[in-house]
Nanobody, 124 residues
Framework: VQLAESGGGLLQPGGSLRLSCVAS????????MGWFRQAPGKEREGVAT???????RYADSVKGRFTISKDNGKTTLYLQMDSLKPEDTTMYYC???????????????????WGQGTQVTVSS
């Protein structure tokens, strides 16, 4: 199982960015996937999650600004981030909940595979 994120970068407040996560070693379509972020000294928090049949859920802090999606054929998970704020600055991680049988979830403990992360910096 491998998860490889890309798409992070530096941009100004109000800008947009799309993160990608290429998954290998398991069927993306059969598993709940999520995006998390973790600032230095803070707990890793769930940002967005997508279920097996495309149901989604978002953290209140990003609702209406971020959109999670997936392309099962390309085995790729996406996170479209719009109206970015300085407080969105941190490392973003892709995660897979391969032993989890429930619906989409933002609980970190439900995920058992993680990518290496990609840095997003929002600054003027």
């Amino acid at each position: 199982v491998q998860l490889a994120e890309s798409g992070g970068g530096l941009l100004q407040p109000g800008g947009s960015l799309r993160l990608s996560c290429v998954a290998s070693g398991f069927p993306l379509s059969d598993n709940v996937m999520g995006w998390f972020r973790q600032a230095p000294g803070k707990e890793r928090e769930g940002v967005a999650t997508i279920g097996r049949v495309y149901g989604t859920r978002y953290a209140d802090s990003v609702k209406g600004r971020f959109t999670i999606s997936k392309d099962n054929g390309k085995t790729t998970l996406y996170l479209q981030m719009d109206s970015l704020k300085p407080e969105d600055t941190t490392m973003y991680y892709c995660a897979a909940a391969l032993d989890y049988q429930g619906p989409q979830t933002l609980a970190r403990g439900d995920y058992n595979y993680w990518g290496q992360g990609t840095q997003v910096t929002v600054s003027s």
